[in-house]
């Protein structure tokens, strides 16, 4: 695994590595939070924690640069916590295992966490680079993004001191990303009562797996399977026809991750046992045929299991399926005015039952707001003529881009002078916390960057080398191309 601190720039992937020997999900980041401040303060840089944990370490100018605009380098500390069902992983102890495969730095079953350790990493290489020229510096690293932008949320204003945040979370090198979507999640609750199980039935337990998955607003485009929504697809023709019966349901794990899995017991009638297998057959072989090369190792099996001790009462067993089914999930619209952009989208993400309820949960993402606002009530109608109580919260807002912002004027001209080409201009369909940040310090002039990371926020994750290099370049030489602060 320590291969990687080997990698070029040296500085940046021996920072990297150190983050992944640090557990660091979302909402348990505390060990990480606690590295960065010992990191800052074995500088002899300033160094601040705020009251929820965000890190702010303060580096000033190299002699010749103290009259530059100060640049904040923005990057988050917590990663998706995701694994192969297969793969024996403790998300609270264990270091992440990283390979270097084909020019890419991955991980061995599990998420990676370059999004978004590379950018936490880049900034802590230059925090201690001593062959560096820039003005002053100050890096925040936040806490708690990937699960409810916690960190950007409660930073308080005042306590950065820069004009211009450089935020280091795009997946696309030789790109620039001036706005994003923003977000609200759907919280949809059934309530059930406990129902006995027919006389001569039999109970399977259903596994559909080996999905890709991915970030819930980046691959949503790439029209990849999701798990909720084939289970209950299959759920709604087997009930109709070998009179199955739902005991519980288990898909999807995070709200801003495609389920790559669901699980579900069933029971049926022991007579129709052998149709109900057939019938799974038919649906693995359809869903194959549907998804094609999206989804190469799509799994959908059942197996014989104990008898559930009780069901799901029918009525809300047909109810849920029901909303399931209609519910809005994937792409919504597609931008009229950026080329290939994801304008609107929603992902069904979670649907679990236990103790009397059944949890289904849906992120919205939208860079017009008033699109979000549609799309929750399409959501609160589905669910609420399906009988489910629903309600609505984490929202946060997007983030406008200003196409005649200097810093992306300096940042165009870096790279085409560097490389003889000009930068992409995009946005980007997921949650940046450049529109949260930017509501607490409106006059910064921000810009979002990175290298190519691919498949965030599944076991796939894996970041490009080659492409770090020429990150880390950038990111050098614009730091010493800042303009003068007037």
């Known amino acids: 695994m320590s291969e990687i601190a080997k990698l070029s720039p040296q500085g ?23 590295f960065m401040e010992e990191f800052g303060k074995s500088l002899g840089l300033e160094t601040i924690r705020d009251e929820v944990g965000n890190i702010i370490i303060r580096k000033p100018a190299t002699p010749g640069y103290e009259n530059r605009m100060g ?9 998706v916590p995701q694994k192969n069902s297969d793969k024996v992983h403790d ?25 978004n350790g590379i950018g936490v990493a880049a900034a802590m290489a230059v925090l201690q680079a001593t062959d560096m020229e820039h003005g002053p510096v100050e890096a925040l690293i936040t806490m708690d993004e990937e699960a409810g932008m916690t960190g950007a949320n409660e930073l308080k204003p005042g306590l950065l001191e820069g004009d211009i945040l450089l935020n280091m979370d795009s997946e696309d090198e030789g790109e620039l990303y001036v706005g994003c979507a923003g977000g609200c999640d759907a919280n949809v609750k059934f309530n059930y009562t406990e129902a006995e199980v027919p006389a001569e039935s039999v109970a399977f337990k259903l596994s559909l797996t080996g999905l890709k998955g991915g970030h819930s607003g980046m691959d949503i485009v790439l029209g990849r399977g999701n798990a909720n929504i084939l289970m209950f697809r299959f759920l709604k023709f087997a009930v109709a026809n070998d009179d199955a019966r739902l005991a519980s349901i288990d898909g999807g794990s995070l709200r801003n991750a495609i389920p790559r899995e669901a699980f579900a017991v069933v029971t049926v009638p022991a007579a129709n046992a052998d149709e109900f297998i ?6 693995e072989e359809i869903y194959k045929a549907e998804f094609g090369s999206a989804e190469p190792f799509l799994s959908f099996v ?23 089914i209609a519910a809005p999930n994937g792409v919504m619209r597609m931008s009229t005015d950026m080329e290939g952009l994801t304008e609107t989208s929603t992902n069904l993400a979670i649907v679990k039952s236990r103790d009397g309820e059944v949890i289904v949960q849906a992120l919205m993402r939208s860079s017009v707001n008033t699109a979000i606002e549609a799309l929750a009530s399409k959501m609160e109608s589905v669910f609420r003529l399906a009988g489910a109580e629903v309600s609505f919260g984490g929202q946060y807002p ?13 940042m165009q001209e870096v790279y085409n002078k560097k490389w003889g080409k000009v930068p992409e201009i995009k946005a980007i369909h997921a949650g940046l916390e450049c529109g949260i940040l930017g509501s607490a310090y409106p ?11 691919r498949f965030p926020h599944s076991p796939d994750e894996k970041v490009n080398i080659e492409t770090v290099s020429l990150f880390w370049e950038y990111l050098a030489e614009t730091l010493k191309s800042i303009p003068v602060k007037k």
Request: hydrophobic share 35%; charged share 25%; net charge negative.
């Open 91 to 115: 998300w609270d102890t264990d270091p992440i295992e990283t390979l270097i495969e084909d020019g890419w730095v991955t991980a061995n079953g599990t998420t990676l966490g370059a999004d």
């Open 443 to 453: 006059h910064w002039d921000m810009i979002s960057f990175g290298p190519t990371i």
């Open 71 to 79: 640049v904040i380098l923005q990057s988050h500390i917590d990663m």
């Open 302 to 324: 059942a197996e014989k299991t104990d008898m559930p001790s009780s069901l799901i009462d029918e009525v809300t067993q047909d109810d849920l399926i029901n909303g399931i």
């Open 398 to 410: 997007g983030w406008k881009p200003n196409l005649d912002s200097p810093i992306l004027k300096t």
């Open 12 to 34: 940046l992937w021996e920072s990297f590595y150190k983050l992944t020997q640090i557990p660091r999900p979302s909402k348990r980041e505390g060990k990480a939070i606690d």
């Open 278 to 283: 057939e019938s799974i057959e038919e649906y």
